[in-house]
């Protein structure tokens, strides 16, 4: 099996290696994408999953992967963007096409400056997608008014005064239990998911319109531009602008 490890920092990589692995992979705190060339399973921490020939997936944050037949797969692991959500998904065709255009960099040594950028933005954006459609944890099911809150935020998050008292209040909860209630199934707190929610819409908008930053922070909820390039800059390591140069299609 071959597995390509990266370290990547502000969206540089800093440190690529190519090795062969045994069938076991430790992965806490990492982010995985397995691709099956051909049908195979693999068991995550004790749980068989199958995967289908030419099939891509995400695991983050789990302890540890177990190959059934390491011949007929390809690995690549990068530092988790999220350490506290654990989570197995499929990629769509868009997505495993991107892993699939990665990959192939990474194997020829075609080090696009704007590579750390795609596989940072595609590990948050399936972390993203994971909690919008979050129904259950593996310990406790999503209870109704968590699935309100949830739908409350992704609607609303351009509401520049959206807040933890208000989102409580919309689902008749102490704003106390209302957080650690959220965190525990969702796995952030509610404020800091807006957050993520209103910086990946202000990274589509960059990547997808020649709106200026204001206009991108008016349309996002986040208070000013200059908060909005802030929270660019840590999620990407760069400028709303360079962004925009290294990634528009």
Not at 48 to 74: C, G, R, Y
Not at 110 to 123: E, F, K, M, T, V
């Amino acid at each position: 099996m071959l597995v390509i490890l990266i370290t990547i920092r502000d969206s540089k990589i800093l440190k690529k290696s190519l090795v062969e692995s045994t069938t076991r992979l430790k992965t806490q705190g990492i982010s995985t994408f397995i691709h099956a060339c051909k049908k195979t399973s693999i068991t995550i921490d004790g749980k068989i999953h199958l995967l289908a020939a030419k099939q891509t997936v995400f695991i983050n944050s789990v302890t540890t992967i177990d190959i059934q037949h390491p011949e007929h797969i390809q690995c690549l692991q990068l530092d988790s963007v999220n350490c506290e959500i654990s989570v197995f998904l499929k990629l769509s065709k868009s997505q495993d096409s991107l892993f699939h255009r990665l990959w192939s960099s990474l194997v020829k040594e075609q080090l696009d400056p704007d590579l750390g950028i795609s596989l940072n933005y595609l590990a948050y954006q399936l972390l993203h997608e994971y909690s919008a459609n979050i129904s259950y944890n593996s310990t406790k099911k999503l209870n109704p008014p968590i699935l309100y809150a949830l739908r409350y935020i992704r609607k609303n998050y351009s509401d520049i005064n959206l807040s933890l008292p208000i989102i409580s209040r919309h689902i008749n909860y102490h704003p106390n239990y209302f957080c650690k209630e959220f965190k525990y199934i969702v796995g952030v707190t509610p404020m800091k998911y807006l957050q993520q929610i209103r910086v990946l819409k202000a990274l589509e908008l960059l990547q997808m319109s020649t709106l200026s930053t204001e206009n991108i922070s008016q349309k996002v909820g986040i208070s000013t531009p200059t908060y909005l390039s802030q929270l660019v800059k840590q999620k990407t390591g760069m400028s709303p602008m360079k962004y925009r140069m290294l990634t528009v299609t």
